[in-house]
């Protein structure tokens, strides 16, 4: 038989403490309680934070995109504007030979109304070429024709009738490269009399990035397809594109911003999956394989001033 413990004065023990004290208890609850009151509403505050800046981070993009593709928009268009407007006050689109030294004052007029044009020529039927310089004519021979994508721009004017950009391509005459906007002329006889064409050379849109690199803060581009770098605040000055070879524009691998060179080799990864662009596209990428220096990019397609489109951004 078990015997039972008895105190020091005969009396049995009390029975042992079990549980939790409850000054222990109440803290623990009452940290809990608030723990499941807070941390909902931190976390729903956390993520329409998010969601907010996410907007605010895409429309800004979006807007400055928007500034970017306006200001060439509107320099190029102000080139077909003047162009048509030297056409039709040099008597329509209908051309003699015999009109030409009429015209010249016109067209003359018609560069120094356009600081984006630094030439017009005239592409006659016989694939030879007529600039103006100086305010006179002069032959400059097949050479610029002689460009297979400009003949088949001269061609397609011919065919069609019409008008159209196209380039970019060298100019012999410049010695740099430009790209063009071209008017179909009909003779007497309304079949093709050649086309009047407007050169801007590709240095100037590397200005007009260069106005919206100082007033937003980013630096934009304009690369032709998505490999060569057409436009760039760094290409501002002609003597960087003169005296290239021809049709040499430059690779984003070869080009002297790193950030841009390495724009499609990197993993990219979304800027906004809750808000996604709307008018664009974009997405963020690591700059070193094995460090934290990261960069932005937003950029869309712009279509309708050459062969192959233009992609145009900033990062």
Do not use: C
Not at 71 to 84: A, F, P, R
Not at 151 to 165: E, Y
Not at 258 to 268: D, M, P
Not at 301 to 309: C, K, M, R, S
């Amino acid at each position: 038989m078990t015997a039972v413990p008895l105190s020091v004065n005969g009396n049995e023990a009390p029975p042992a403490e079990r549980g939790m004290p409850i000054a222990w208890l109440l803290p623990l609850m009452l940290t809990v309680l608030v723990m499941v009151a807070v941390v909902p509403v931190v976390l729903l505050g956390y993520l329409g934070a998010r969601d907010n800046t996410d907007r605010l981070m895409r429309d800004r993009s979006e807007l400055v995109l928007d500034g970017i593709v306006g200001t060439l928009v509107s320099q190029l268009e102000q080139v077909e504007t003047l162009l048509g407007h030297a056409v039709e006050a040099g008597g329509g689109a209908s051309l003699d030979t015999r009109d030409l030294d009429v015209r010249r004052a016109f067209l003359a007029a018609a560069v120094a109304a356009a600081p984006q044009v630094d030439m017009i020529a005239l592409a006659l039927p016989d694939q030879s070429w007529l600039i103006l310089e100086g305010g006179n004519w002069r032959d400059h021979g097949a050479a610029m024709g002689e460009q297979p994508h400009v003949r088949q721009a001269v061609n397609k004017l011919n065919a069609d009738l019409g008008s159209l950009w196209f380039g970019p391509f060298w100019s012999p005459a410049l010695e740099e490269p430009v790209i063009a906007f071209g008017t179909a002329l009909k003779s007497a006889r309304r079949d093709h009399a050649g086309a009047l064409v407007a050169m801007v050379p590709i240095h100037k849109l590397s200005g007009y990035l260069m106005e919206t690199a100082n007033d937003f803060g980013q630096t934009p581009f304009v690369l032709l397809g998505r490999s060569r770098v057409l436009a760039h605040p760094e290409l501002t000055r002609a003597s960087q594109v003169v005296g290239r070879q021809r049709d040499q524009i430059p690779r984003i691998g070869a080009f002297g911003d790193r950030v841009l060179a390495r724009i499609w080799s990197r993993q990219a990864n979304d800027l906004s999956r809750a808000q996604p662009f709307r008018r664009s596209r974009g997405h963020w990428s690591w700059l070193e394989p094995d460090g934290f220096e990261s960069n932005a990019y937003v950029y869309r397609a712009l279509a309708g001033y050459g062969t192959e489109p233009w992609t145009v951004g900033f990062h």
